[in-house]
C-alpha cells in the first residue's frame, strides 16, 4: 500500500478525534475527544494539588504522596496529547507539559527506587 493510500486511510480516524462528540451537544458542550482529552489531563495535572494538600493536612507536615506523581505524569502526558495530536498544534503547549512529564517520570522513579512498591518501607 503507498504511503498516499495509508495516509488517506488514516485521515477518517484523525478527524474523528476532531470532530464535536455527537452525544454531548445537547448539553451544549461541544468538545472533541482530544479536546476532552485534554481538559481531563489539565484537571488532573491540577488536582495534583489538592492530592497533596490533603496528604499533607492529614500527616500534620508537607509531604508529597506517591498519587501527586501519578497524577502529574498522567495529568502531563495527556494534556501533551493534546497539544501534539490535535488540530492545535501548539508547541507553547508542547513545551509546557513535556518538561513536567519527564520530571514527574523521573521524581515517581526516584520515589519507587527509595521507597518499593510499598510506601509502608520507609518514611517521609
Not at 495509508?6 to 458542550?29: H, K, V, Y
Not at 496529547?81 to 513535556?98: A, E, H, I, P, R
Amino acid at each position: 500500500m503507498s504511503l498516499l493510500l495509508q495516509a488517506a486511510a488514516a485521515a477518517p480516524a484523525a478527524d474523528f478525534m476532531n470532530e464535536s462528540i455527537a452525544w454531548l451537544e445537547w448539553t451544549g458542550l461541544y468538545l472533541s475527544p482530544w479536546k476532552l482529552i485534554g481538559l481531563v489531563g489539565a484537571l488532573m495535572f491540577g488536582g495534583r494539588w489538592l492530592v497533596q494538600f490533603l496528604a499533607s493536612r492529614k500527616q500534620g507536615k508537607p509531604v508529597i504522596p506517591r498519587l501527586f506523581w501519578y497524577m502529574s505524569l498522567v495529568g502531563s502526558v495527556m494534556t501533551l496529547s493534546y497539544f501534539v495530536f490535535s488540530q492545535k498544534q501548539d508547541s507553547v503547549g508542547v513545551v509546557q507539559n513535556l518538561f513536567p512529564a519527564f520530571t514527574a517520570a523521573y521524581s515517581l522513579y526516584l520515589d519507587i527506587r527509595h521507597r518499593g512498591w510499598h510506601r509502608d518501607r520507609a518514611g517521609h
